[in-house]
T-cell receptor, first 116, second 110 residues
């Protein structure tokens, strides 16, 4: 069975602070994919990143960076110099390898509030 | 940029009524999904659809639910007899590599 845990229910920071959102996953598959999605107050789900289980290289995209560590089954997400527009719920998700269904299993989400 | 679209954005229905939620996936995508999100909770998988048939479904997706791709572009979710606990945001998604989500339909059952 797959499971994703986001232990931080809510985080509140002041603008320009760095913030890290934690994600821990469980799976018995050797091939899997990890994702982060952003859900702003308007409600849509915005794809941010996908990593596969064979690629532990950390990734940076502008103010966003992701730290994937298989040894601790974690896929953490850091926002540098946070902005008010970063306020949203962030979901980490896991997908098994390339089967035809390949459902996403989501964590509970972390509500990030960035205050001016 | 292509996107997944969903209609209606908000649907209010009475308990026991049938509803059909509609989605237009991205045109070259091969896999289609429905998820739901009860207010304030996580996103939950309902069903996946590939090659004109259900490829996987969750325990939530019972006999009250059905999916269809009637015309090669639309992808629908039908709930035959709605219950109060069906009130949620329903997201359609389609995938080639990544799953891209539609904006959701908020279903309110009264």
């Amino acid at each position: 069975a797959q499971k994703v845990t986001q232990a931080q229910t809510e985080i509140s920071v002041v603008e320009k602070e760095d913030v890290t959102l934690d994600c821990v996953y469980e799976t018995r598959d050797t091939t899997y994919y990890l994702f982060w999605y952003k859900q702003p107050p308007s409600g849509e789900l915005v794809f941010l990143i996908r990593r596969n289980s064979f690629d532990e290289q950390n990734e940076i995209s502008g103010r966003y960076s992701w730290n994937f560590q298989k040894s601790t089954s974690s896929f953490n997400f850091t926002i540098t110099a946070s902005q008010v527009v970063d306020s949203a719920v962030y979901f980490c998700a896991l997908r098994q390898g390339e089967t035809s269904g390949s459902r996403l299993t989501f964590g509970e989400g972390t509500q990030l509030t960035v205050n001016p | 940029e292509p996107e997944v679209t969903q209609t209606p954005s908000h649907q209010v229905t009475q308990m026991g009524q049938e509803v059909i939620l509609r989605c237009v996936p991205i045109s070259n995508h091969l896999y289609f999904y429905w998820y739901r999100q009860i207010l304030g909770q996580k996103v939950e998988f309902l069903v996946s659809f590939y090659n004109n048939e259900i490829s996987e479904k969750s325990e939530i997706f019972d006999d009250q639910f059905s999916v269809e791709r009637p015309d090669g572009s639309n992808f629908t979710l039908k709930i035959r007899s709605t219950k109060l606990e069906d009130s949620a945001m329903y997201f359609c998604a389609s995938r080639y590599y990544e799953q891209y989500f539609g904006p959701g339909t908020r279903l309110t059952v009264t």
